[in-house]
């Protein structure tokens, strides 16, 4: 008998809890439709965070295409060293990592995984100059795909302004980049960032 490959290239822990939406994900992904913006909702924030994480981790391993199958039934375009190396103990794993996907494990890549939040304002928003200052460096040339993490997508914190300085970027990027947002519901985040989100 042929052993199906599956079709989720997620931790298999992490697929179980969240099926649908790493499950929606895998499949852009492997159908070549990832699109821009997505909105992740719910209390799950770990998990959220999780999947942007293994999501860029996918999308920027520089591994990939020369790790072999293993017992779990990966094929070889839907691993990344995050994966390949899950059950493992970490500490024996991640000296093996490709030093992207280790600096993605670690939230220190400079490039492949930004998050835009609110860390630094004043008045607890995310700041215009800070949304402005993202699209100018999204603008610019990467060998990377970025993963954006925008950890509190609720309008009291993702305001108007912010959005409208970011929202053209969304919608359409100049380099490969995918926008990560999280929110408790969708009623809370701005009708013009949804709309521009899966």
Known sequence: TTSTLT???????????QALPTNFLSAAVLK?????????AGRAFE???QIAVELAAFLNCTRRQSLTPN????????LSCL?????????KAVPQYCQSCRWILDRKHPQA????????????????????ALTGELAKESSYTRVIIVEDANQEIFHRP????????MESPRTAC???LFAVREEEVLPTVVSRCQ
Request: aromatic share 10%; glycine share 6%.
């Open 7 to 17: 079709t989720n290239f997620f931790d298999p822990v992490l697929a179980t809890r």
């Open 32 to 40: 070549n439709r990832l699109a821009h913006a997505y909105l992740l």
């Open 47 to 49: 998990d959220a965070e």
């Open 71 to 78: 017992s779990i039934g990966f094929s070889t375009d839907q």
């Open 83 to 91: 994966l390949y190396f899950s059950g493992r103990e970490l500490e």
């Open 113 to 132: 995984l930004v998050k835009l939040d609110s860390e630094g304002s004043k008045s607890g928003r995310i700041s215009v100059d800070k949304a402005r």
């Open 162 to 169: 912010a959005a409208n300085a970011i929202l053209k970027t």
């Open 178 to 180: 995918v926008f990560c």
